[in-house]
């Protein structure tokens, strides 16, 4: 598990936006918490509440930090520089594991100052990212081409 | 998932190809006095699956089953899907498309051409008309699992985008009212459903299913499909002690008389029909999503409810390595999970006990 609060706080430029890796990054949320897997390196990601808020945020359009975490702050009542930091350290480890790209600067312009994020009935908790790498084999194995010949899918070649 | 490299097809290749196989198939079928055709049955689909050959026959009647048909006619149903299979042994036709010898995946605007080498299989499948070609060089060194489940990338193919979505899970019912059991390679979720099965409850299967997805199937209740009727099963697996009758108890010469001998994993490949009459159904509800645990101290086997999410990482990631809509199919999966109950089944080797807990979930669940 990928703990945000311990991280340094991205020094990324306020004015740069930020959107969903998508198509290749597919993304599920039920219960206020997110799945997301990487369709090309396999890897998989579970997001807590406020990780799926900030998650939602970049997926209709590109945002900004900035104006994820004024959003953030304003949901959970909280003061604008822890807002920031956590919002900040989410997407550095978003953009770490390529959730996250960084928008056509053309989009920065159009991006509203304050983001828009779901509403969740809970108490404030900082984001977490977990990382499951347990499947990355399968995920990544072809299932016609390869699998072991006398085994099938899911055995891998060796 | 990452379905390996991809590489461009040519449209006027994927035209010259698909001549080239539409020609060699019907040669292979008319050199054995014409197709047989297959009216499988899969959820809201009617599939045309043309064999020649008494191998491919056998195969597709044992791993369909009950889902085929045999009174359908074709004129009074409107056919999703049709596909081909043929062999070069059976039939005396070569190689269609010898060029074709390197493994890989290609695509076209419509049409889709694997090529494997390992278990050697053509296929060409086209999109716009639902339909498929499968070419294999013989029939009788199909290896056991692709003989569990034929022609299943190609299935996900054709009918994965209408209305369905292909999911890796197992289904056990009672009444048609069921419950879906996923997880990883050794969670116990292939024990778990076809110990149900030898004790009497309903399955579409232990391996695959299709799930209901598109307009209109999320407002409604989940239902399920059965795509494969067989499974494969170790003669020591003490699922066999759950059956009374003659192979109750698993004496090993009695299933290898019924089953054939063991294959390179050392499992029978049974139809469950046959190994569990009665048993094998079409179709289902889905009121939980159940995830079997063997990794536990546990000493009786109980339900652990767990959040949907957890649920939907067990089932989307083995799921997505297997089809090519993924993002409709993890948006189905994510919807299932939201919206029944969802537990972690700890299993233990009393069997009984376990298929006592499913049955209770089925009986007593919301």
């Known amino acids: 598990m990928v703990g945000l609060n311990d991280e340094h706080p991205s020094d990324a430029d306020a004015n740069t936006a930020y959107e969903a890796n998508s198509p290749r990054v597919l993304g599920e949320t039920i219960d206020s918490e997110t799945l997301l897997i990487d369709s090309r390196t396999g890897v998989y990601f579970a997001l807590n509440v406020t990780g799926s808020q900030i998650w939602a945020a970049f997926i209709s359009q590109p945002a900004t930090i900035d104006a994820v975490a004024t959003e953030f702050a304003r949901l959970y009542d909280l003061a604008p520089d822890v807002a920031r930091n956590d919002v900040a350290a989410t997407v550095s480890a978003m953009r770490e594991h390529e959730l996250l790209r960084e928008a056509p600067a053309m989009a920065v312009s159009q991006t509203p100052t304050r983001a828009s994020m779901p509403v969740v009935d809970r108490t404030y908790e900082p984001s977490s990212i977990e990382r499951f790498d347990d499947l990355e084999d399968l995920l990544l194995l072809d299932p016609i081409h390869d699998v072991d010949p006398d085994r099938g899918w899911p055995t891998a070649r060796n | 998932m990452a379905t390996g490299q991809v590489s461009v097809l040519p449209e006027n290749v994927s035209n010259a ?9 019907e040669r292979a079928a008319s050199r054995q006095g014409g197709w047989q055709d297959h009216a499988v049955r899969i959820g809201p689909h009617l599939l045309r699956l043309r064999t020649c050959g008494p191998l491919l026959n056998k195969t597709v009647r044992r791993a369909f089953g009950p889902l085929i048909e045999y009174n359908s006619s074709f004129n009074d149903h409107p056919i999703s899907a049709e596909l081909r299979a043929w062999d070069s042994i059976s039939t005396g036709v070569p190689h269609p498309a010898p060029e074709w010898q390197l493994p890989g995946r290609f695509q076209s605007a419509t049409r889709v051409l694997t090529c494997d080498v390992d278990h050697p299989q053509l296929t060409l499948s086209d999109s ?6 499968v070419w294999i060089p013989d029939a009788s060194a199909i290896a056991s699992w692709e003989s569990a489940a034929p022609f299943r990338p190609v299935l996900d193919r054709l009918l994965g985008d209408a209305g369905t979505v292909f999911v890796h899970a197992g289904v056990v019912a009672i009444h048609g009212r069921g419950v879906l059991l996923t997880g990883p390679g050794g969670s116990g979720k292939s024990t778990t459903v ?3 099965a030898a004790s009497g409850l309903d399955t579409l299967g232990d391996d695959f299913v ?3 997805d598109g307009e209109g ?9 059965a795509l494969y009727a067989t499974a494969r099963i170790r003669p020591d697996s003490p699922v066999w002690s759950l059956i009374r009758g003659p192979i109750g108890g698993a004496p090993e010469q009695l299933l290898e008389d019924r089953f054939g001998a063991v294959d390179s994993m050392g499992k029978h490949l049974i139809a469950i029909d046959e190994a569990f009459p009665g048993r094998m159904v079409r179709a289902s509800s889905v009121h939980a999503v159940v995830v079997p645990n063997a990794a536990h101290k546990e000493p009786t086997p109980r339900l652990v409810p767990i959040s949907a999410a957890q649920a939907l990482r067990a089932l989307a990631p083995t799921t997505l390595a297997l089809t090519e809509a993924r993002a409709d199919a993890f948006s189905a999966m994510a919807s299932l999970c939201a919206a029944v109950p969802c537990f972690e089944l700890r299993v233990t080797p009393d069997l009984r006990s376990v298929v006592e807990c499913v049955a209770s979930l089925i009986d007593g669940g919301p």
């Open chain 2, 210 to 212: 299709l799930l209901d």
């Open chain 2, 17 to 25: 190809l698909a001549e080239a196989l539409g020609q060699a198939a």
């Open chain 2, 194 to 196: 076809l110990a149900c």
């Open chain 2, 217 to 225: 199937a999320r407002q409604r209740e989940r239902r399920t499909h």
């Open chain 2, 128 to 133: 716009t008309t639902a339909t498929a070609m």
